[in-house]
Antibody
Framework: QVQLQESGPGLVKPSETLSLTCTVSGGSISSSSYYWGWIRQPPGKGLEWIGTIYYTGNTYYNPSLKSRVTISIDTSKNQFSLKVSSVTVADTAVYYC????????????WGQGTLVTVSS | DIQMTQSPSTLSASVGDRVTITCRASQSISSWLAWYQQKPGKAPKLLIYKASSLESGVPSRFSGSGSGTEFTLTISSLQPDDFATYYCQQYNSYLFTFGPGTTVDIK
């Protein structure tokens, strides 16, 4: 059973960089079958796809966030990471990592999510 | 970008009711659509993929249909565990988008 777990600071100051890591267990992040994604959900609002990475390092970003987002992967640690620069209060959200099933498709396994608050 | 809409935004229903939620795409996405259920404080859970394929372990009272631009999620007989928010998501292109969600609450 694949499990994903987000980790990182729960509080970030405005203009700083938000950094989160997703640790995958129960399966290899280097599998050629899967892509790995980040999704966020502001309090009381809907879901927004942030971006996705393949084990080769290929990345795909939401154009609305692309200029501030970097997703990377560390296959030796079975982890992938998210950085969002120049954050504002609008970046306050629960951040989820998830696995895309069978290539770049729907999301079949999700982490529990982690709340990141942007506040001074 | 492909925009997704859902209707209704909120639905009040009783246990045993048949419930239908509609999702529309701004352009054709073939059958590249998934449905998720989310309960408060929890991650979304995959219910349906490729418009009508039931994810393993999901009760058979859930079903999906549609193709192109119009899709539906149907719960044949609403159970107490089904009160939640439901999201559709298209994966037709390398730019995923979710619908705004439909909350199913107790009538």
């Amino acid at each position: 059973q694949v499990q994903l777990q987000e980790s990182g600071p729960g509080l970030v100051k405005p203009s700083e960089t938000l950094s989160l890591t997703c640790t995958v267990s129960g399966g290899s992040i280097s599998s050629s079958s899967y892509y790995w994604g980040w999704i966020r959900q502001p309090p009381g609002k809907g879901l927004e796809w942030i971006g996705t990475i393949y084990y080769t390092g290929n990345t795909y970003y939401n154009p609305s966030l692309k200029s501030r987002v970097t997703i990377s992967i560390d296959t030796s640690k079975n982890q992938f990471s998210l950085k969002v620069s120049s954050v504002t209060v609008a970046d306050t959200a629960v951040y989820y990592c998830a696995r895309h099933s069978s290539s770049f498709t729907y999301l079949d396994y999700w982490g529990q999510g982690t709340l990141v608050t942007v506040s001074s | 970008d492909i925009q997704m809409t859902q209707s209704p935004s909120t639905l009040s229903a009783s246990v045993g009711d048949r419930v239908t939620i509609t999702c529309r795409a701004s352009q054709s996405i073939s059958s590249w659509l998934a449905w998720y259920q989310q309960k408060p404080g929890k991650a979304p859970k995959l219910l349906i993929y490729k418009a009508s394929s039931l994810e393993s372990g999901v009760p058979s009272r859930f079903s999906g249909s549609g193709s192109g631009t119009e899709f539906t999620l149907t719960i044949s007989s609403l159970q107490p565990d089904d009160f939640a928010t439901y999201y559709c998501q298209q994966y037709n292109s390398y730019l995923f988008t979710f619908g705004p969600g439909t909350t199913v609450d107790i009538k």
